[in-house]
């Protein structure tokens, strides 16, 4: 069993089951080593020596534990959430849906439309500002089963839980609304800022890169076709034609 020390209250009670324990080894090593004329003289005395040294040394540890406890939380943090935006990692996204089985699945592929002149106009600095404020959005809007990602630069990943293709629309749409709709400010600028959603259903769990893959030429679309727009995969209307400059 793994010692897990969260909080000072934990470090309280792991200093007194310490001390605990001290009195008791104590107490059973004095009562098989001495006789019983001087177990009986010396044990009080013995027993708050024991437990003098053992209170302020065991609490000391057990700030030791609390702070790789906490050490320990930041690193998870750290691995499982993407230090810029919050969201998930790609590592963290796979073990998620390593965890979903018999579960129906939709994944939306959504980026910032013309990001790139938010960097250029505005600069790095404003444009990581913009990035944090888009993907507090998908957070907000999105239920907390489901998962937000970020795959990279402007590309972030939405995985719905129990959802059908047609509720997964519905949800791409409205969290492009409230992209439209919100109030992005960037170096004391109010920004209007606008993004394009791809909707694709995961067959299986094993099959959600090629579902990211469909959601994605789906965005591709959307921008192809102006932009600010929500499209499902649709075979007939998306290839796999380089489309680079339409991510822009």
Do not use: W
């Amino acid at each position: 069993m793994q010692l897990k020390i969260r909080n000072i209250n934990d470090v309280r009670v792991f200093s007194v089951a310490i001390s605990v324990i001290a009195m008791a080894g104590n107490y059973v090593l004095q009562y098989l080593m001495l006789p019983a004329d001087v177990f009986e003289r010396v044990l009080f005395s013995s027993e708050i020596i024991t437990v003098m040294l053992a209170a302020p040394l065991s609490y000391y540890i057990g700030t030791k534990l609390l702070d790789v406890n906490d050490l320990t939380v930041q690193l998870e943090h750290a691995v499982n959430h993407d230090n810029l935006t919050g969201t998930c990692t790609r590592l963290s996204f796979y073990h998620r849906l390593a965890q979903m089985e018999d579960v129906q699945l939709v994944t939306i592929v959504t980026d910032i439309d013309h990001f790139k002149q938010v960097n250029d106009k505005y600069g790095h600095q404003a444009g990581d500002s913009v990035l944090k404020q888009f993907a507090n959005t998908l957070l907000r809007n999105c239920r907390e089963e489901d998962v937000v990602a970020r795959f990279g630069g402007e590309e972030f990943i939405v995985l719905l839980q129990d959802v059908s293709l047609e509720d997964g629309v519905l949800a791409a749409q409205r969290l492009c609304d409230r992209v439209r709709e919100k109030k992005f400010m960037a170096n004391g600028q109010r920004l209007h800022i606008t993004a394009s959603f791809g909707v694709a259903e995961v067959e299986t769990v094993s099959e959600v890169d090629d579902a990211i893959h469909k959601a994605d030429l789906a965005a591709f679309r959307a921008k192809r076709n102006g932009r600010d727009k929500v499209y499902s995969y649709d075979p007939e209307l998306d290839s796999d034609a380089p489309h680079s400059q339409a991510a822009e």
